[in-house]
């Protein structure tokens, strides 16, 4: 019963915290609330300019998708396969 009590004195604190930070900022995920100076369309865009050039994220997604298309006529070559194969078979 003390598990149970604890975990909802620690849900009671968090929605407390929540109600009371106005919900602004970011979380850390240790309580304390990040704030930014910059207005949303500007983070937007700072996480937009953190990105790869197009191509480079297309190239990256085309050689994965090929990787998963080898990996699937593998599997339907051999529909059964062992990772451990036992080895000693019972009849």
Partial sequence: ???LSTGIEGFEQTMR???SDGGGGEDDGEGKVLTTSSSPAE???KLERMLPPPATM???AKTYMEKLKGRCVEEHANPNPSPNPDPDPKP
């Fill in 1 to 3: 019963m003390l598990e």
């Fill in 17 to 19: 915290r929540l109600a």
């Fill in 43 to 45: 983070h937007l865009g």
């Fill in 58 to 60: 297309e190239l990256e």
